[in-house]
């Protein structure tokens, strides 16, 4: 009758184990730049998904007034928002014209954010070092990568589309 393990079934084992570790750790290893660039093409689409209901709604209805919940923008004559923030003091919030739900700014933090760097420009912080760049074109309603620093015109567009 056998009560135990032998040494080979052990081995055998232990084998079996350190073999599926090896498939499975290399899958996790670029976990953390997978999360920033889901994240970072979340937020872009949300911003141009909420851009082309708000133009959407202007063609629809020639009276459409639109109000956003945070600050005050308004429509230019092609039914698309001015900015999309409203450009107040408060820089704590982005996107506030057009999200209900506006994303935080940098603030104190160095990397894995947001930030506008200039009026309708807006850079998403990898690190001090490497920031993707984009900028909204309030003529046609479109959201275009620039390039940026460390991240290049092709690979912001291969992120966010």
Do not use: R
């Amino acid at each position: 009758m056998k009560n135990s393990f032998t040494l080979i079934e052990l081995i055998f084992v232990i084998v079996i184990i350190g073999l599926l570790a090896s498939v499975a750790i290399p899958k996790f290893t670029n976990l953390a730049t997978h999360a920033k660039e889901a994240n970072i093409k979340s937020v872009i689409t949300t911003v141009q998904s909420s851009i082309d209901n708000i133009h959407g709604q202007w063609i629809i209805n020639d009276t459409y007034s639109w109000k956003p919940e945070h600050g005050s923008c308004g429509l230019n004559s092609q039914g698309y928002p001015d900015s999309l923030d409203d450009n107040s003091s408060d820089e704590k919030q982005l996107f506030k014209c057009v999200l209900k739900n506006p994303v935080p700014s940098c603030g104190d933090k160095h990397s894995g954010c947001w930030e506008e760097y200039d009026s309708g420009k807006y850079q998403y912080k990898y690190s001090e070092d490497k920031k993707l760049k984009v900028e909204y074109n309030a003529s046609n309603g479109d959201i275009v990568c620039l390039d940026g620093d460390g991240v290049t015109k092709e690979e912001c567009e291969k992120t966010i589309y």
